[in-house]
């Protein structure tokens, strides 16, 4: 057998000027870190936003280089990226978030220029989406679902000196002779979750992270070493909202039906927690579930498990308003759900932003899963209650449907002006940006929204991303900023503010003809 060794590259950071850098750090690697380990597999991590401790920190990470885009890249060198590129049989580069596209497929190129025989794989709803483009960019292998039990079979093969993926399920391959093969269509995911490798978080560059302390998901605390690590208990979401590629990951689609809900066991939960905290170092938890209360009995049962830990329960992901509240037995209307926000507290839950998206009955029902209505209960008291509590409130709106008019606009913004009065630390409005692989992303092509050879580095959730909308594009724009300067406190712009000034780098160097 051929011993391999596979690097997983997370890409440069790119993003917007005034906006914070947030490290990727996911967990898409240190699950298919932990499948490779279980194979015996040599596999490295190097996130080239933060660099290895053979990279000093300060030398990159606090300088910007311009794209010609108007964003700005953050991270190592295109050479220092070769570098460590050349020590390895395979590279894996995930794409999973629209803003990422362009650094991945940057790094495919100058990889397979500089290594032609190197394997290149990637994955994530952007890879699958736009396969044809990252083919184009020299990846050879790209996962169309989740992909560890699919990589140790790729492993597998290259051990025996081969490149024939044909038996491989859930991916595309390019063939020997250059042809597209699409395997997408056989391969069984993982349903029952205990039986997913250990996440191999020890592969991830934690000392880099803490000391940034800018994890891209959670409270942000640029000042403040944070120990912290993501976490998953569950996997999929009930919901199907038109802007989230869960809607389409269902039965007969080319991820198969990874959309669906499946949880991991109390144990293995635990098992995880202890591992992060005792192994790894890790005070703070980022739980990242699409839906943590997909099953809300069972959230509670864990959420109540981790206080007995030691750990600072920082953020948790997949919290919808319907998960806060419960049905009156008198009125029947929704009442504040006192135990769940309690036990949030209880755990060290410090903020919660509620996704009322919009509060337009037909929007709601149309683009946002009709998760909630908001004429059965009353959002002030939910607020309110959450307050009781010591917790900070924020809300998250979306204007800028394709077929959402002014007036409906208004209305959202008049809730949000009115939730300000109930105590409301802050409000979030984003203007909608259709990802690839969501119902809203084919809807906006098939209707002419978006341009086919639409650029993703123009999306920008303060922007306007679409077309032929009912509000013209200018006006939503004006909009959005309006609504954001009325219904925040002074205080939360001025910290919003301080975060810029943190995120816009010290030395300001000229554009690499690299990039």
């Not at 051929?2 to 440069?12: D, N, Q, V």
């Not at 959230?299 to 030691?310: E, F, N, P, Q, Y």
């Not at 900070?392 to 959202?412: L, S």
């Not at 509000?471 to 925040?488: F, G, H, Q």
Request: proline share 4%.
């Amino acid at each position: 057998m051929k011993e391999i060794k596979i690097l997983l590259l997370y890409p440069p950071e790119q993003s917007w000027p005034g906006t914070m850098v947030k490290p990727n750090g996911s967990l898409a690697y240190p699950y298919l870190g932990g499948a490779l380990r279980d194979i015996n597999i040599e596999t490295y991590v190097y996130d080239a936003c933060v660099g290895n401790n053979d990279d000093n920190l300060d030398d990159f990470f606090n300088k910007s280089i311009e794209l010609p885009s108007g964003m700005i890249r953050t991270g190592v060198t295109d050479e220092r990226i070769l570098e460590v590129a050349s020590k390895y049989d395979a590279v894996g580069i995930t794409s999973i978030f629209s803003q990422q596209e362009t650094q991945v497929l940057h790094c495919a190129k100058i990889i397979k220029k500089k290594f032609p025989n190197k394997l290149l794989f990637s994955g994530g709803v952007n890879a699958k989406s736009r396969s044809s483009i990252f083919f184009d960019a020299g990846f050879d292998v790209i996962f169309t679902s989740e992909s560890e039990n699919f990589i140790q079979q790729i492993a597998k093969i290259m051990q025996k000196g081969s490149k024939d993926f044909s038996s491989v399920g859930k991916i595309y391959f390019k063939s020997e002779n250059g042809k597209i093969v699409d395997n997408s269509n056989f391969g069984e995911i993982v349903w029952e979750l205990d039986k997913l490798p250990i996440p191999a978080w020890n592969l991830l560059p934690n000392e880099r992270y803490w000391k940034i302390g800018r994890p891209h998901g959670g409270k942000i605390s640029p000042e403040k070493e944070l120990r912290y690590a993501s976490l998953m208990t569950s996997r999929g979401c009930p919901f199907e909202c038109s802007y989230c590629h869960i809607a389409e990951e269902i039965d007969g689609s080319k991820s198969g039906a990874i959309g669906r809900f499946r949880i991991k066991s109390d144990e293995r939960v635990k098992n995880e927690l202890n591992i992060l905290k005792n192994e790894i170092g890790v005070k703070q938890v980022f739980i990242e579930d699409d839906s943590i209360f997909g099953m809300k009995r069972r959230a509670v049962r864990l959420l109540k498990s981790i206080t007995g830990l030691g750990l600072e329960l920082m953020d948790v992901n997949g919290i919808n308003m319907i998960h806060l509240v419960k049905k009156s037995n008198k009125s029947g209307w929704l009442i504040p759900d006192e135990e769940v926000i309690e036990l949030l507290a209880e755990v060290g839950f410090k903020d919660i932003v509620l996704p009322f998206e919009s509060v337009n009955l037909r929007i709601i029902k149309k683009w946002c899963s009709n998760k909630l209505a908001l004429d059965r209960f009353d959002p002030g008291k939910l607020i309110r209650t959450i307050k009781k509590y010591k917790i900070n409130v924020g809300t998250n709106y979306m204007i800028g449907f394709p077929d959402e008019t002014r007036e409906e606009i208004e209305n959202t913004i008049n809730f949000a002006k009115k939730m300000k009065e109930n105590g409301l630390d802050h409000s979030n409005f984003y203007l909608v940006m259709p990802v690839p692989g969501t119902p809203i992303f084919e809807y906006c092509i098939k209707n002419g929204h978006l341009p086919l050879d639409y650029n993703p580095d123009r999306f920008q959730w303060t922007k306007a991303n679409l077309t032929k909308t009912e509000v013209p594009a200018r006006e939503l724009e004006k909009l959005r900023d309006d609504a954001w300067n009325a219904c925040n406190h002074e205080e939360f712009k001025n910290m919003r503010k301080s975060w810029q000034v943190k995120s816009n780098f010290k030395i300001k160097e000229k554009k690499s003809s690299a990039i």
